[in-house]
């Protein structure tokens, strides 16, 4: 496969996109609030007659769901609403939402009273959680501290649930900071063309209930612990 990647002004890009919609892969923001933005954010993205659909989407049934999700008075008619724009887009455009979490950690060494150790990590961030939004939380049978298994294609692991609404329905959000959990067994291979950055931030996933942490992860502490009694304890110098 032969791909031509093509730099040009905003103007030409605007014209490309917005207009003519000449591109076959493109990227660009698209925020879909948690609020009562959420609604306008799917109007101006994916109503038909927007100037802002750069896909050119077209789908009469979204159109309708999108304007009955702004007049919705309920929770229940704008569940409805949302779950007929997720289907149908989920079915007609290769669209890959991203969800961003919501963590800031201090990675200067400048940064006052702050002393980078190789335990860094556990002093800002003591595990890995699964942030899950409370109606697939429920949904599930799961509730905060409860153990959860997060399965992909390419693997699995488990780690404890944050129940939260930091997060969206259908959404889940984790780090990948502690080893015991390496939740980047679930990611795929794929890497960013230009800077070979790994996809991390798009996984279709599976979330079910566990009993406790994977055979893997058990095998992986141990080997840890022992290592770790290895590399404290005093060794006698070679001859």
């Known amino acids: 496969m032969t791909v031509q990647t093509e730099y040009v002004d905003t103007a030409t890009n ?19 609030t948690s609020d009562d933005g959420g609604p306008l954010n ?3 993205n994916l109503q038909s007659a927007s100037g802002a659909n750069r896909t050119g ?51 200067n060494s400048k940064v006052h009273g ?27 049978g799961l509730k ?6 997060l399965a992909s294609r390419t693997g699995e692991t488990t780690l404890r ?22 939740a980047n067994v679930v990611t795929t291979d794929f890497s960013d063309w230009a800077t070979n950055c790994p996809e991390y931030k798009v996984t279709a996933v599976q979330v079910m209930p566990s009993n406790g942490p994977t055979d893997w992860q058990e095998e992986y502490t141990e080997l840890s612990e022992r290592s770790r009694r ?10």
């Open 14 to 32: 605007t014209q490309r996109i917005f207009i003519d919609k000449n591109f076959d892969i493109g990227t660009h923001a698209m925020a879909i």
């Open 42 to 44: 799917l109007l101006q």
């Open 57 to 107: 989407y077209n789908n009469p049934a979204v159109d309708k769901a999108i304007k009955d999700l702004r007049t919705a008075k309920t929770d229940d008619e704008k569940t409805a609403a949302y779950k007929i724009i997720a289907d149908a887009v989920a079915k007609d455009v290769p669209l890959l939402p991203m969800w961003n979490g919501e963590y800031s950690v201090a990675w």
């Open 114 to 140: 702050f002393v980078k150790t190789s335990r860094y990590n556990v002093l800002w961030h003591e595990a890995d959680l699964l942030e899950m939004h409370p109606s697939d939380a429920e949904n599930r």
């Open 144 to 149: 905060t501290d409860d153990w959860a298994r």
């Open 161 to 182: 649930v944050l129940v939260t609404d930091r997060v969206a329905p259908g959404v889940v959000y984790t780090t990948f900071h502690h080893p015991a959990t390496q």
């Open 230 to 239: 290895i590399a404290d304890s005093a060794m006698e110098p070679a001859e």
